[in-house]
């Protein structure tokens, strides 16, 4: 399905939540305020590594407005939070290990008030060696920044004889990519609203993308009950994994349990940048090797993550790179070894792609390499490795059969793009070049064997007479409302009027899993294949009561319950509404189950995966280095389409994402210290860098029996883009770039910038004329 023109049909639907989003009449969980409330700001460390000594508020107590000052002192429970590893500690007790790190919290009349109470706030701390750097934490003297040391995690693989296979490769390159530390920038900064309830409870308004596993944490850190925490969590303006782990939280409850009244907090930008998290830098070497015909034979790999001060979620993500090192390819022998190592730098952990991104821009780069070395199409090299139907996962494990990467790589051949002639030269710029390249990705969902990843839905006929369905995944942008309602309407055939969606309420909706690694939209579909059939037998059944008619020919439909008659017409029985009411027990169905998962124990392995293909074309500007991508052609495989806009959607704007964290996007950090804390200085793509033609070829079909269905398509339109980009700027200028972003200063150093061009041609026309 090409899903660039759309039509005004269904089931091209306007979101839901649209109107009131881009109107600015939405308000989101950070807009919210209460009568008598209270604002909440936090003290960061601002040193990178310290011994913390002492900590004296007494003179900012004493300021008028202030409500209370909190420390390390002042936490009943877990001094410490982490959805993997609690390492990361509310407040500091003994030791600083970065500059966001919290030192205490202030509440106060108003925010101005709780701004100046924070300079008040006296911290004495003996500054330690700074560790900035992966290799500077791994030497044999660096001090150790958590107890178990500074590697937080190391995941190996190896399978084949990887030294013997190179022994017997015709060509091999080795090579090392570097990745940038990426920012996720959501618009909505990190904040929420505390309230603390006449009953004991607390309700905690904050944007999350797991509100039950939030809830988990602060009763941890509050020693609190769960059932007494009601955190409300949707929607959310943007996440893109940066808000799946604590941030604002811990302090705002603290604070609304001590004073009684509501707090608000809110991160400014500047705040945001230092105390959230980022995409994992990561160093990457890989040695690949290839036969005479071209078939991959071995391939090393090894992985140095930067996952900053705390573990957040560094382990899985070094998993994912791992594993994805391999993508959709066959071969033999492989070896790979990866470190997430702690430093004084900021905290990174999970973004868009989750690892992935990093390992393919390198394993891409490999094989342009090694197709530039027996002067073979990069295309057709990857066509002669690409993994078959039903060959086993990247790291050996049982998959749902996958064919994928075909398809999308044939979709790229059959582009125009890839069709058309290279033009190298414009001859009205001549300092301008062109380039096209292309990459291929292999992307698993779902957080992968060996860690729970439970899912679950509720359905009823309400008392207003709604369907009404509930989840606990959370609305951030992704267009989730929407495509609910498309399966709701498929399923039932009913008005959007006689619907109920609710989401992210962990009063009001069952555990559905984390809102992230592309799962939801899976999730949601399953959710509703176990539920529809038990529920409408309830809900015929008790028509058949009410009415006598057969079960068998009854139909849901608009506003009510429909009979299908002898003429194949369809005649109105009763409404929902009329239904709910007659109801002594309420209609409703629930469901539990497990994302699919391989039965291998094969650490963080997935079962399910999805496919991405990209076909780019680029400008260079040979006198400023600079880089603009023109065209991009999109193919994915990850089964049927649920709602072609939030697809299309989502495919543009991850690879809008993608083009930032190839081009412009690098949080850059000096001695540990943030160096673009705004974004007058961490430059994002806008309007002006979208490619002029963007298509995206959306691939439906999934291997015959294949039961799993439809894939979610959150993360798989960002990571392949880069390996993309690169190509074609080495095809338009002969540099290959092994560091992102690109820089216009390595654009042409070294490679074949305007003037070497036109030496060269003055030179050939000189040898012409001379010879």
């Not at 990426?182 to 607390?202: A, D, S, W």
Request: with cysteine; aromatic share 6%.
């Amino acid at each position: 399905m090409r899903l660039n023109k759309p039509t005004e049909q269904y089931p091209w639907k306007i979101r839901p939540d649209g109107k009131a989003k881009v109107s600015g009449e939405l308000h989101y969980l950070t807009d919210m305020t209460r009568e008598n409330m209270l604002y909440g700001k936090v003290l960061r460390s601002g040193v990178a590594h310290a011994k913390l000594v002492d900590v004296k508020t007494g003179e900012a107590e004493k300021l008028p407005g202030v409500k209370a000052i909190l420390t390390h002192k002042d936490v009943p429970g877990l001094n410490g939070f982490g959805i993997a590893e609690p390492n990361q500690p509310v407040f500091c007790d003994r030791l600083i290990r970065y500059e966001g790190d919290a030192i205490a919290v202030v509440a106060a009349e108003t925010l101005e008030i709780a701004e100046e109470a924070l300079a008040l706030i006296h911290v004495d701390y003996n500054e330690l060696p700074i560790l900035d750097s992966p290799e500077k934490a791994l030497e044999p003297d660096a001090p150790s920044l958590h107890k178990e040391g500074n590697i937080l995690h190391e995941r190996d693989y190896k399978r084949g004889n990887v030294e013997g296979a190179f022994n017997r490769c015709a060509h091999t390159v080795e090579e090392t990519y570097e990745t940038p530390r990426q920012m996720h920038v959501y618009m909505e900064t990190e904040g929420g609203l505390f309230i603390p309830e006449k009953n004991g409870r607390l309700t905690v308004y904050a944007p999350t993308q797991h509100g039950y596993k939030d809830r988990m944490q602060l009763a941890r850190i509050l020693n609190m009950p769960v059932d007494h925490i009601r955190v409300v969590s949707s929607p959310i303006g943007g996440s893109f994994g940066g808000k799946d782990e604590l941030n604002v939280q811990p302090y705002g409850a603290l604070l609304a349990l001590r004073c009684g009244k509501p707090i608000k907090m809110h991160y400014s930008r500047m705040e945001s940048v230092i105390a959230g998290l980022k995409r994992h830098p990561m160093k990457i070497t890989m040695k690949t090797g290839i036969d005479h015909e071209g078939k991959l034979l071995a391939h090393r790999v090894s992985i140095m993550s930067d996952t900053g001060a705390y573990a957040t979620l560094g382990g899985p993500v070094l998993n994912f790179a791992v594993e994805h090192s391999v993508g959709g390819y066959v071969i033999p022998n492989v070896e790979i070894s990866g470190k997430a190592v702690y430093t004084n730098n900021g905290v990174s952990g999970e973004f868009r792609g989750f690892g992935g991104n990093q390992v393919t821009f390198a394993l891409e780069g490999q094989l342009d390499r090694l197709a530039e070395k027996i002067a073979l199409d990069p295309w057709e090299l990857r066509r002669r490795n690409l993994r078959e139907l039903h060959d086993p996962g990247p790291l050996g494990q049982q998959i749902a059969a996958n064919d994928g990467p075909l398809h999308v790589w044939k979709s790229i051949k059959e582009s125009p793009l890839y069709q058309s002639e290279k033009e190298t030269l414009s001859d009205n710029l001549p300092w301008m070049r062109r380039g096209k390249g292309m990459a291929l990705a292999m992307h698993g969902s779902g957080l992968g064997y060996g860690i729970p990843d439970p899912a679950g839905g509720k359905i009823r006929l309400n008392d207003e007479g709604k369907i009404e369905v509930a989840f606990g995944h959370e609305e951030f942008g992704q267009g989730l409302l929407s495509t609910l309602e498309l399966m709701l309407l498929d399923h039932f055939n009913c008005d959007t009027d006689d619907l109920h969606i609710m989401i992210g309420d962990t009063d009001n909706v069952p555990e559905s899993g984390s809102s992230t690694a592309s799962r939801t939209t899976n999730m949601v579909w399953r959710a509703l294949q176990n539920m529809k059939k038990p529920f409408l037998t309830e809900l015929f059944s008790k028509v058949h009561e009410l009415t006598g008619e057969d079960r068998s020919q009854l139909m849901t439909g608009k506003k009510g319950v429909w009979k299908r008659e002898r003429d194949k017409s369809h005649r109105f029985l009763m409404s929902y509404k009329k239904l709910a009411g007659a109801c002594a027990d309420p209609i409703v169905c629930t469901t539990e189950f497990h994302y699919p998962v391989t039965p291998d124990p094969v650490l963080g392995g997935h079962f399910l995966y999805s496919s991405t293909a990209v076909i780019v074309e680029v400008e260079v500007n040979m006198l400023t280095g600079r880089v603009r991508v023109t065209r991009a052609d999109h193919a994915v495989a990850a089964g049927e389409v649920v709602n072609p806009l939030g697809y299309l959607g989502q495919i543009e704007g991850g690879s809008i994402m993608a083009l930032g964290f190839t081009m412009t996007e690098d949080a850059i950090m000096c001695n540990s210290q943030y160096m673009t804390r705004n974004l007058d200085t961490y430059l994002v793509p806008t309007i002006f860098d979208v490619p002029d033609i963007q298509n995206v070829d959306a691939i439906e079909e999934l291997p015959e029996g294949d039961t799993f269905g439809p894939r979610g398509v959150g993360e798989v339109g960002s990571v392949a883009l880069a390996p993309a980009i690169v190509s074609a700027v080495k095809q338009a200028t002969g540099k290959w770039i092994t560091k992102l972003p690109i820089s216009p200063e390595e654009v042409l150093d070294g490679g074949e910038g305007f003037f070497s061009h036109c030496f060269k041609d003055s030179s050939a026309r000189e040898g012409k004329e001379t010879g």
